[in-house]
C-alpha cells in the first residue's frame, strides 16, 4: 500500500548504494514493457522482519513482446 511505497522510496537511494544500483521504487512492469517484453508474474508479499512492513516483490518470466 502506500505506507510501503513511502517507505520504498525513502530507503531506495541508500539501497541502491548498498546492493549495487537496485532500486526500491523502480515499477518493474512499466519499465520491462517499455522494453518491448511482456510480464508473465505474480505479486507476492513477505514480511523481512517479525512485525516488519509486508513489502511487495515480483516473481516471474520476462518474454518479448
Do not use: K
Not at 531506495?12 to 518493474?28: E, F, N, V
Amino acid at each position: 500500500g502506500r505506507a510501503a511505497a513511502a517507505l520504498q522510496a525513502l530507503a531506495s537511494p541508500l539501497w541502491a548504494r548498498a546492493a549495487g544500483g537496485c532500486r526500491l521504487d523502480t515499477d518493474l512492469p512499466a519499465l520491462l514493457a517499455a522494453e518491448g517484453f511482456r510480464l508473465d508474474a505474480r505479486r507476492v508479499s513477505f514480511a523481512p522482519a517479525r512485525g516488519g512492513p509486508r513489502l511487495p516483490f515480483l516473481l516471474g518470466v520476462a518474454r518479448p513482446a
